[in-house]
């Protein structure tokens, strides 16, 4: 009889060998898939703290396997059952009924999992629980406090706010330990802390938890000057804390795909980037100066696609802005950048609505990712030749936000300063960009 069995195996522990002991003796040749972390990441797993190389040793290590497998994508038990001629699928009793649609092809069976012990509780214990505070109570705070349940380790704790009634309010929603009187209750309740109050604030607050030891995860864009940027990040360094600027789509896989793809030739040499973000308001803070506008709102995503396309060399920038007479801010934005040998357009929209699309142009092809493609799970590559054209598909759970959420915990519990999702020196180069933009360009009415 053959069996097979599957599993993260993250920090192996007594349940995972229980598991394999009795997933053994139902046959004689016993077969283990170890997930990858493209499988994990996919399913919404975004804390295994082993590495698959590990983790595969960990399996051998029991002893117990006769044969270990990866898995690497939803649907492959069905092959695999089918492939190596398995007669019992095993899994354990937390998984009850999920895989009966295996029944069509072998036996299944669930084994009673082992109580008080997983891996999730090991990570917690080894690594402590993040407790993370919120500064603002607005939109985006609420929908991050909604994404934070999806990443384990980290609990909110509390949050400040400029009105405490609104800090009060934020904190029963979301069922939080408390709402913070001041900004010092709050940094020293916790050990990190997300920024997501108006831009104009950012700065002030940054610098104030970076000081507290603090690690700090900021709204784009964080400041709206290089140099405000720059000394954020030297504060950070010489304090040893995290600080990550909250770019979304930076951290979303199907993002760094399309970079990586990008970049990898299978387009030629990049010779252009355009990229468009448009957004329908009416009215609110960002319709009003001196920070409001179309550049200092939305043109962090754009440009992390320049810069992560084509590097932070730039050579120079030329932005046409479309104020109308009775608005106080650009509504329309057209930033274009040169490079040696490619040049990049960034448009971004207040209140006019275009095709959110990106276009990265190469010698040989070029990539598609359609509207939204901050949001994207899903981009192409293209050919003179329809034949060769790709399509590329990627994950983008909930509101994205889980992703940013954890890599800046990875950061913090691995002591990283750096994330190479978004280095420091390209949120440099974003804010050199949208400081020069917005103090340079051309303004039509
Ligand atoms: N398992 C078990 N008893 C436990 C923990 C896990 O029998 N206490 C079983 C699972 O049911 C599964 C296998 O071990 O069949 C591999 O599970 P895995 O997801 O790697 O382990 P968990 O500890 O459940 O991991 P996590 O906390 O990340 O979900």
Redesign the pocket.
């Known amino acids: 009889m053959r069996v097979i ?7 192996f ?4 060998r ?3 002991e009795r997933a053994k003796a139902l046959g004689d040749h016993l077969i283990v898939g170890v ?1 990858t972390e493209n499988y994990d990441n996919s399913r919404g ?1 975004l804390n ?1 703290s082993q590495s698959l190389m590990e983790r595969i040793r960990n399996v051998q290590d029991s002893g117990l396997a006769d044969e270990i497998i990866i898995e690497e994508y939803e649907g492959q038990k069905i092959r695999d059952i089918q492939k190596y001629g398995i007669d019992i699928f ?6 009850l009924g999920e895989f009966d649609y295996l029944k069509d092809y072998c036996e299944v069976v669930y ?13 917690d214990q080894n690594a402590g629980v993040i407790r993370l505070g919120v500064i603002g109570s607005g939109r985006i705070a609420a929908r991050f406090v909604a994404e934070a349940r999806y990443v ?1 380790g980290v609990d909110v704790r509390t949050v400040f706010s400029q009105h405490y009634a609104r800090a009060q309010a934020f904190a029963e929603r979301f069922e939080l330990q408390h709402a913070a009187q001041t900004r010092d209750d709050l940094f020293g309740a916790v050990d990190a802390v997300y920024i997501a109050s108006p831009h104009g604030t950012h700065y002030e607050h940054t610098a104030a938890a970076l000081d507290a030891g603090i690690h700090v995860l900021c709204e784009k864009p964080m400041t709206l000057s290089r140099a405000q940027t720059e000394e954020l990040f030297t504060r950070a360094r010489e304090r040893e804390v995290v600080l990550l600027e909250a770019v979304k789509t930076a951290f979303a896989p199907a993002f760094q795909r399309m970079v990586e793809v990008a970049r990898s030739g299978s387009i030629g040499q990049i010779r252009s980037v355009d990229a468009t973000f448009t957004k329908l308001v009416t009215g609110g803070r960002e319709l009003e100066s001196p920070d409001g506008g179309s550049i200092s709102e939305l043109a962090t995503y754009p440009l992390l696609a320049v810069v992560k396309l084509l590097g932070t060399d730039y050579t120079t920038i030329r932005t046409q802005s479309l104020r109308p007479e009775d608005s106080e801010v650009e509504l329309f934005s057209r930033i274009d950048i040169s490079y040696p040998g490619a040049i990049a357009s960034a448009r971004t929209g207040l209140g006019v609505k275009a095709e959110g699309e990106l276009i990265v142009a190469g010698t040989l092809g070029y990539v598609h990712v359609p509207a939204p493609w901050w949001l994207t799970e899903y981009f192409e590559t293209r050919f003179e030749n329809p034949a060769q054209n790709r399509k590329y598909y990627n994950t983008f759970d909930g509101d994205g936000l889980r992703y940013e959420l954890a890599e800046f915990t990875q950061m913090i519990r691995g002591k990283n300063l750096e994330s190479f999702k978004l280095r420091a020196a390209e949120s440099l180069a974003i804010a050199d960009i949208i400081e020069r933009a917005r103090a340079g360009a051309e303004f039509f009415g």
Do not use: C, M, P
């Open positions: 069995t599957y599993g993260t195996f993250d920090l522990h007594e349940g995972h229980r598991l394999l997930t797993k295994v095993a899994i354990g009793s937390d998984w084994l009673e999992r082992t109580k008080g012990v997983s891996s999730t509780q090991l990570r384990s």
